[in-house]
């Protein structure tokens, strides 16, 4: 079974510029999320998708940060404008179904000078 | 007040030692319970669930305790390539089955 695809792996980026990360779940997996884990913090919830509807979005900084799950598969986060704040790891994971059988992406290493 | 709370780190212990991590948690809604591993640059990946009566997988026991809201880890017979991060993580049904995870704690296994 293919895992969950995450791209770029690393993007380094200057304050104010934009920048958005790729998340592809695996197949057949109705829900998604996104998570950003600041170094030495667990990974915090930024969205969750239920297909391609919203289910939670309470912690994401909507100002800066927006996301979408067209057609229920494929997601994209974006940052615009990034601040320093924002390096972190961002890490895409999915699961059939509730809290059983997550599986996360390998990340995107997020650094903004 | 965080929603799960871990034990500073680092631990650092010698091969074959037996160590333990805490973790509590502030919803009483809670009702799963897990604990991660997350290796350094990777992402994290499940460990073990973490059951009320309490369960064992090979050197790894895990505790649940609803009333006092606690969560523990124990490694026996420590080995070098336990050394990663053990994240406490919870969920709760009236939240979407979202994973809520600690801190995490880091453990260095040395020679």
């Known amino acids: 079974e293919a895992g969950v695809a995450q791209s770029p792996r690393y993007k380094i980026i200057e304050k104010r510029q934009s920048v958005a990360f790729w998340c592809n779940p695996i197949?057949?997996?109705?829900?998604l999320y996104w998570y950003q884990q600041i170094l030495g913090q667990g990974p915090k919830l930024l969205i969750q998708f239920q297909n391609n509807g919203v289910v939670d979005d309470s912690q994401l900084p909507k100002d800066r940060f927006s996301a979408e799950r067209l057609k229920g598969v494929d997601s994209t986060l974006k940052i615009q404008p990034a601040k320093l704040e924002d390096s972190a790891v961002y890490l895409c994971a999915s699961s059939p179904q509730g809290n059983y059988g997550y599986t996360f992406g390998s990340g995107t290493r997020l650094t903004v000078v | 007040r965080k929603e799960v709370e871990q034990d500073p780190g680092p631990f650092n212990v010698p091969e074959g030692a037996t160590v333990a991590f805490n973790c509590t948690y502030s919803n009483s809604a809670s009702q799963s319970f897990f604990w991660y591993r997350q290796d350094c640059r990777k992402e994290p990946k499940l460990l073990m669930s973490v059951y009320s009566s309490g369960n064992e997988d090979g050197r790894f026991t895990a505790q649940l305790n609803r009333a006092s809201q606690y969560i523990s880890l124990l490694i026996r017979d420590s080995k070098l390539s336990d050394s990663a991060t053990y994240l406490c993580?919870?969920?709760?049904?009236?939240?979407?089955?979202?994973?809520?995870f600690g801190q995490g704690t880091e453990l260095s296994v040395k020679p």
């Open positions: 993580v919870v969920s709760a049904y009236n939240q979407g089955g979202k994973l809520i």
């Open positions: 197949s057949g997996h109705a829900t």
